[in-house]
């Protein structure tokens, strides 16, 4: 199987609070969990990402949340902004950023 | 500086008719993808090649032809035969290892 699930679809937080997004894979084969961020308009940017030799990563407000046995890593961004307000992806690999499979996308927005 | 730009930004085309969108790269990158994004859907593989002169299948290649004459350059033609045109398209590059999947900033072609 090479589908990645993602929800929830929209997501609305309020600035400050904890912005929490959920994927879940099936092939256990995927070594590469990346997250990407979408603004209006533009591609996809790398945000951060993860391989499943570690539970946790972090990088600044963004941390992304590994489970191996559960098939399921979810990216956590604190003290959400504004700024923050994208269209967020979860992905994966057999390889290393070559031929990503993509979750359907979480659009979050961010109220002031 | 290095990127990857795809051309036009928006495209608008009778049904019917074929159309190419170009991706061009100065990254140094092997490997060119394009993607396909619909609204609720992620983004869908097309096509994708890691060598000059070599291309592979993705998900979604019916209705679809590319070609890759240099390394830098990776254009699409969307044909008649796809039967549902209309969308954002997005071009990516990686040079593997530990390199990430860099994004353009798409083409949203409309065929009506």
């Known amino acids: 199987q090479q589908q990645v699930k993602q929800s929830p679809q929209s997501l609305i937080v309020q600035k400050g609070g904890i912005s929490i997004i959920n994927c879940a894979y099936e092939?256990?084969?995927?070594?590469?969990f990346p997250w990407y961020q979408q603004f209006p308009g533009k591609g996809p940017a790398l945000l951060i990402a993860i391989r499943p030799d570690v539970s946790e990563k972090k990088e600044g407000r963004f941390t992304i949340s590994f489970n191996k046995s559960a098939k399921q890593f979810s990216l956590h961004i604190m003290d959400s902004q504004p700024g923050d307000s994208a269209t967020y992806f979860c992905a994966a690999s057999m390889e290393y950023g070559n031929k990503l499979v993509f979750g359907a996308g979480t659009i979050l927005r961010v109220k002031s | 500086d290095g990127g990857i730009t795809q051309s036009p930004k928006y495209l608008f085309r009778k049904e019917g008719q074929n159309v190419t969108l170009s991706c061009e790269q100065n990254?140094?990158?092997?490997?060119m993808y394009w993607y396909r994004q619909d609204p609720g859907q992620g983004l869908r593989l097309i096509y994708y090649s890691q060598i000059v002169n070599d291309f592979q299948k993705g998900d979604i290649a019916e209705g679809y032809s590319v070609s890759r004459e240099k390394k830098e350059s990776f254009p699409l033609t969307v044909t008649s035969a796809q039967k549902n045109p209309t969308a954002f398209y997005l071009c990516a590059s990686t040079t593997g290892g530990n390199s990430p999947l860099h994004f353009g900033n798409g083409t949203r072609l409309t065929v009506t």
């Open positions: 990254l140094n990158h092997d490997a």
């Open positions: 092939n256990t084969a995927f070594d590469y």
